[in-house]
C-alpha cells in the first residue's frame, strides 16, 4: 500500500506551509553550492519509530529503514536509532558517544527522541519539556557541531489515536513545542514530522491508517509502522530536509514515486 498522488500533493502542501527554522550560517556545514551531490553520512539517534528492526519483528517497520529509498548516492545512512530509548538514556548508554566517535565534517545528525522522554514512572528515560528535554538535545547538537557535523532536530512521529469524531489527536505533550523552541534558539533545522504526521493521518482517516501501522492478526499497534507507514514518514522527513536546505533537489529522488513494500527487508539480527 502506498501514498496516492493525492495524499503526496496534500503533505508536500502542509509541508510548505510549516516555517523554517533559521539556521546559522556558522553552523552550515556540509552545505554544496556547486551542484554536486551531497557526500557523507547521515546518522539518525532517535527511538523505537525509526529504528532498524529484524526478522522477528517483521513487519513492524522503522522509518529509517526507509530513509535511504530516497536519498542519492553518496550519501549513506548510519541508523543508531534503538528501541525504548529517550534524548536521556541514549546519552546514558553511551550512544551519542559512539556516534561522535564516528561522526565527520560535513555528516549530519538527525535527532528525533520524545515518545520514551514522556514515560515519567522510568527515571532512566524521563525528561521534562522545557529543561532536562532541552538539555539532553543540546547535548546532541554541541556534540555534532564540535566535530564539524550538522545537527537536525526532528518532532517525534504521532501515533495513531482519533477520538470519537474521528479526528486525529497528539499524543506528545509539550514535547514537540519545546523542541521547536530549542531548534530557533539554536538556529538548528527543524523537522516538523509531528505536525506532519498528524495532518497525513488525518487526512487517511481511522481505518485508512490501520494500513500504515503495525496492524496484524494479533496486535493491534498504534505507535510503531508497517512498511508504508515508515515509507510514508521517511517521504515526509525527506522533503523536510528539503524545505529547510539541509539537503538540496540534486540530494534526493523518488520522492513522487510509489515506493514496493518488498524494498522493506529485515535481516537477522546478530549475536
Do not use: C
Not at 46 to 73: C, H, I, N, R, V
Not at 108 to 114: A, D, E, K, T, W
Not at 231 to 249: G, K, M, N
Not at 250 to 269: G, K, N, Y
Amino acid at each position: 500500500m502506498s501514498l496516492t498522488r493525492r495524499q503526496v500533493a496534500a503533505a508536500a502542501a502542509l509541508i510548505a506551509a510549516v516555517p523554517v527554522a533559521a539556521a546559522s550560517p556558522a553552523h552550515a556545514t556540509g552545505s554544496s553550492s556547486s551542484g554536486a551531490r551531497r557526500t557523507g553520512t547521515l546518522y539518525i539517534a532517535g527511538d523505537s519509530t525509526a529504528a532498524q528492526k529484524y526478522a522477528d519483528a517483521a513487519p513492524e517497520t522503522g522509518w529509517g529503514m526507509a530513509l535511504p529509498f530516497f536519498l542519492q548516492a553518496p550519501l549513506k545512512v548510519s541508523n543508531h536509532a534503538v528501541n525504548g530509548r529517550s534524548s536521556k538514556s541514549f546519552i546514558d548508554e553511551g550512544r551519542l558517544d559512539a556516534i561522535l566517535r564516528a561522526i565527520r565534517p560535513g555528516d549530519l545528525l538527525l535527532i528525533q527522541f520524545g515518545h520514551n522522554d514522556a514515560k515519567s514512572e522510568d527515571p532512566t528515560r524521563y525528561t521534562e519539556p522545557w529543561t532536562t528535554y532541552q538539555a539532553h538535545l543540546r547535548r546532541y547538537i554541541s556534540g555534532a557541531r564540535s566535530r564539524g557535523a550538522r545537527a537536525v532536530l526532528a518532532t517525534s512521529v504521532e501515533r495513531r489515536k482519533f477520538d470519537a469524531k474521528g479526528t486525529a489527536v497528539t499524543t506528545h505533550g509539550e514535547y514537540p513545542a519545546a523542541m521547536r523552541a530549542l531548534a530557533e534558539a539554536e538556529g538548528v533545522p527543524l523537522l516538523d514530522v509531528q505536525a506532519l504526521s498528524i495532518a497525513l493521518w488525518q487526512e487517511l482517516g481511522v481505518e485508512e491508517t490501520k494500513k500504515y501501522f503495525n496492524w496484524t492478526a494479533t496486535e493491534q499497534d498504534n505507535t510503531h509502522f508497517n512498511p508504508p507507514g515508515a515509507i510514508a514518514v521517511a517521504r515526509l522527513a525527506v522533503r523536510e530536509l528539503l524545505r529547510t536546505r539541509v539537503l538540496a533537489a540534486r540530494d534526493v529522488r523518488r520522492l513522487d514515486d510509489d515506493i514496493p513494500e518488498s524494498w522493506i527487508t529485515w535481516p537477522r539480527a546478530t549475536a
